[in-house]
């Protein structure tokens, strides 16, 4: 499986730190703490997993990043990784993989209009990826590590985008984005074929904070939007006309109501599209994959993933399915944030899909390093065959393994060694 996304000091694997795991049970998979003071690398292992930590940057300015993408914006064969802030003018910086310990920060552009929406698509058909944020298109000109991308406005009215997402909803051959956030609507705009001019907008619903994907949740071939506590059917399966329906998910305690992260996937590979989603605001928020009874989003069965241990969490602002092991089947995983505190330092999580059809689910910590994450993304970023991690902050905690600085990180699967 290809996997793509839209989640400074080199590394040495020899001064690697290695913890080992070997149980398959729920209350042994043990919790051990690694503080990474200095720049070295982290292999975290269990006998299903194992990973090792880099940092991407030890001293990413300011705080409040989002807009996370995996991508190969320089076309040199290997994927980058996107990131946009509220510091030094709402910039977007882009950082060029060299190797897992090495990353070269560039900056994409300056004042985004986003808050943690933003994706990376192909806007103008010129064969180089631009970035989406906000009201807001960052067009690509070829030269990304020696210029800036040029921003262009297509929606000036559209800014605190918290979901983007790009798909093609009207069937036409070309991607759609679509938005969200409680600050405006679930919406999604047709790009013209002069992509600088104003974008055709679609409404869709009501926003909430977070919590949009896309899919097809009725098995009819065209696609439906999951938001939060509902889905809402493409009827005419062009986007011009939506039925919201009810998904039993989502919590509606404030200040974000009702807010999730969302994965439209078949967990248990009967042909229908399942959805995992995560309670992603609050402290010791659920996860859970929301089984599709029938194929049609009408009857739902709600299969929580149990935490192995019962201390309260930080709040799962990250979610990811992929096969992280190679076994065939969906694997799901999650990060606490550093900003939402659990009741200890935050770790990093898989649920193995042992049974490979959704009954089983084991939990693993694959990093417990004293970081946490927001907004990871997952893709084969060294391409050797395995799904790679990598993250920033919303905002770092002062007790942080990295001396309370910002940072952002890349967890490299050794699932596949070269």
Not at 108 to 133: F, K
Not at 387 to 408: Q, V, Y
């Amino acid at each position: 499986m290809k996997f793509h996304a839209c989640s400074n000091g080199k590394s040495s694997a020899d001064n690697a730190l290695t913890c080992g795991m070997t149980s398959h049970s729920w209350s042994a998979a043990p919790a051990v703490l690694l503080l990474c003071l200095a720049p070295v690398a982290v292999t975290f292992a269990a006998d299903t997993f194992a990973f090792r930590h880099h940092y991407i940057d030890r001293d990413l300015p300011g705080a409040s990043y989002g807009q996370t993408c995996l991508v190969d914006l320089d076309k040199d064969g290997d994927l980058d990784f996107i990131t946009g802030g509220k510091a030094e003018g709402n910039t977007v910086f882009w950082f060029e993989f060299k190797e897992p310990g090495n990353w070269s920060r560039h900056v994409l552009g300056r004042d985004h209009p986003s808050d943690v929406g933003g994706t990376a698509i192909d806007v103008d058909g010129d064969g180089w990826l631009d970035h989406v944020t906000g009201g807001a298109w960052y067009r690509n000109t070829g030269k990304p590590r020696k210029q800036e991308f040029e921003r262009i406005v297509f929606d000036n009215t559209l800014a605190a985008v918290h979901d983007l997402v790009a798909a093609d909803l009207d069937r036409d051959g070309r991607l759609d984005i679509i938005t969200m956030s409680d600050k405006n609507n679930l919406r999604w705009y047709r790009i013209p074929n002069d992509s600088r001019q104003p974008w055709e907008r679609h409404d869709i619903g009501l926003g909430v904070h977070a919590g949009a994907a896309v899919g097809d949740i009725d098995g009819d071939g065209d696609l439906d939007i999951v938001r939060s506590n509902a889905w809402f059917e493409n009827v005419d399966g062009r986007g011009t006309e939506w039925k919201e329906h009810p998904v039993p998910f989502g919590n509606p305690r404030p200040p974000y109501p009702l807010s999730t992260r969302c994965v439209i996937v078949d967990i248990n590979r009967d042909g229908h599209n399942d959805l995992v989603m995560t309670e992603n605001e609050i402290r010791a928020g659920r996860i859970a994959w929301l089984e599709n009874i029938g194929g049609r989003g009408l009857n739902w069965t709600v299969h929580g993933l149990v935490a192995g241990d019962s201390a309260p969490r930080g709040a799962y602002h990250s979610l990811a399915v992929a096969d992280f092991d190679r076994d065939g089947d969906p694997d799901v995983f999650t990060v606490e944030m550093e900003a939402i505190k659990g009741d200890r330092l935050p770790r990093w999580f898989i649920w193995e899909n042992l049974d490979g059809k959704g009954g089983t689910f084991v939990e693993w910590v694959i990093l417990d390093n004293g970081l946490g994450g927001h907004e990871a993304v997952v893709a084969d970023v060294d391409g050797d065959g395995d799904p790679d991690i990598a993250s920033k902050l919303w905002r770092p905690r002062p007790d942080n393994a990295n001396g309370g600085r910002n940072h952002a990180d890349f967890l490299e699967n050794l699932a596949v060694t070269k």
